[in-house]
């Protein structure tokens, strides 16, 4: 799992007569622990699972492009369940009846199967072919832009399972912060599980914590208990940051017998369960972790589009306009929005873009100068002289790098 880049199109995009400045050299940022202590466990996890820079290549040798292949399918394969137990395949417990289309077959009116996903399917992480790395959204491995293909899993229902559902007790934990639709997500996660035959389910409370605080029982999940939670906010099970205690967790998921663990999280919480899921592993465990991205900044690779990312761009766009009101209502006014994300700026993207009145963005994957003729300040005062206002939309994490030996100085870390 990475962080994935904003940069694309977001840099020199012209929207009637405003131009959507981005400063600097549009490059992408090696994951840093900015706000963190960089020798902390949690920058040491967090850098560890998420972090997925390309290996070094010499491109003068010839088969740097079996390399790079070798080294994208080893990262980008999945683990089994059959890896490390032995266990035989079930014939699957999922109907297609009731997605399934009636075909007209010499006449007469029959029902598809076709509706399960082959083990061997593969989707094209990367469909642009690239000519040169000067293309507008070039993201080349090579100064050649040479193609490589790059095929990932396809994820949907099996033929084949390895559980029988009957006896299975499956698990949900939200962790992190709020984020819209995780009540629409446990919903979700209940009515397939039960579809399958599953009817052994339990919510954990207050994320991870609840694995390990006595006083958080577990919540028996049905269809009437998860009927209506999707029309109200906020997780039901609770949320809360950090206390992952790994092998503390797994005792939990032993005792409690689970043998699903659904979690859903962002960046950290995946770090987390990816451990969860290694722990499990070496205990030689029949327990299957399933990662459910979460995360209002949609910087999950492999993800079009993350929960929750929608809400958090719609919302941005109250505070962009009542900025542009302001700023445009003052003499020579300058109206600055601060939007969330720390280490990507796709909120900060995409508002911007959506509202058509930002003036400069700024996120953390584009390195930016204040000064100079090329700064941002300069920038600045051409669109006062010309314009007689601006607006800034800036991310959280823009600049951090500018403002980290000032940080350290007074003697703390945001």
């Known amino acids: 799992m990475a962080l994935k880049s904003a940069v694309g199109y977001a840099c020199s995009i012209t929207s009637g007569q405003k131009h959507l400045g981005c400063f600097g050299v549009p490059r992408c940022n090696r994951l840093q622990c900015v706000g963190y202590d960089k020798k902390s466990k949690a920058c040491e996890l967090v850098t560890r699972a998420i972090s997925m820079d390309r290996p070094q290549l010499d491109f003068s040798n010839p088969d740097w492009k079996e390399q790079f292949q070798e080294d994208f399918n080893r990262r980008f394969n999945l683990p089994h369940l059959t890896d490390v137990i032995d266990v035989e395949p079930k014939p699957t417990t999922f109907s297609l009846k009731s997605r399934a289309p009636l075909e007209n077959v010499n006449g007469s009116m029959q029902e598809s199967w076709n509706g399960y996903v082959n083990d061997d399917d593969r989707a094209l992480l990367k469909v642009i072919k690239f000519a040169s790395p000067t293309s507008a959204g070039a993201d080349c491995i090579d100064p050649d832009c040479t193609w490589v293909e790059q095929w990932v899993h396809r994820a949907g229902p099996r033929k084949q399972i390895y559980f029988e559902p009957q006896y299975v007790k499956a698990g949900i934990v939200t962790c992190g912060g709020l984020c819209p639709g995780l009540n629409d997500v446990i919903r979700q996660i209940v009515l397939t599980l039960e579809k399958y035959g599953v009817k052994n389910i339990v919510g954990i409370q207050h994320g991870?914590?609840?694995?390990?605080?006595?006083?958080?029982?577990?919540?028996?999940?049905?269809?009437?208990?998860?009927?209506?939670?999707?029309?109200?906010?906020?997780?039901?099970?609770?949320?809360?940051?950090?206390?992952?205690?790994?092998?503390?967790?797994?005792?939990?998921?032993?005792?409690?017998?689970?043998?699903?663990?659904?979690?859903?999280?962002?960046?950290?919480?995946?770090?987390?369960?990816?451990?969860?899921?290694?722990?499990?592993?070496?205990?030689?465990?029949?327990?299957?972790?399933?990662?459910?991205?979460?995360?209002?900044?949609?910087?999950?690779?492999?993800?079009?589009?993350t929960f929750g990312f929608d809400t958090a761009v719609e919302a941005a766009q109250r505070a962009i306009n009542s900025a542009y009101i302001e700023a445009h209502s003052a003499f020579h006014g300058i109206g600055l929005v601060k939007l969330m994300g720390r280490s990507s700026g796709f909120i900060t993207m995409h508002a911007s873009l959506s509202s058509g009145q930002v003036d400069i963005c700024l996120i953390p994957e584009v390195p930016f100068t204040l000064d100079g003729p090329n700064g941002v300040l300069r920038h600045l005062e051409h669109l006062i002289e010309t314009k007689g206002f601006a607006l800034i939309c800036v991310a959280e994490g823009a600049g951090q790098v500018r403002l980290l030996p000032d940080i350290k100085q007074i003697g703390f870390l945001v």
């Open 208 to 305: 991870f914590r609840g694995f390990f605080e006595n006083h958080l029982g577990e919540v028996l999940l049905n269809r009437h208990v998860v009927q209506n939670i999707n029309l109200a906010g906020g997780s039901f099970l609770g949320v809360s940051r950090g206390g992952a205690n790994i092998s503390d967790i797994v005792d939990s998921i032993q005792a409690r017998r689970l043998d699903m663990l659904f979690v859903l999280g962002g960046n950290g919480t995946h770090a987390g369960a990816n451990l969860i899921h290694e722990e499990c592993r070496k205990r030689k465990l029949k327990v299957s972790i399933v990662g459910v991205p979460k995360t209002i900044d949609n910087d999950i690779l492999l993800m079009d589009k």
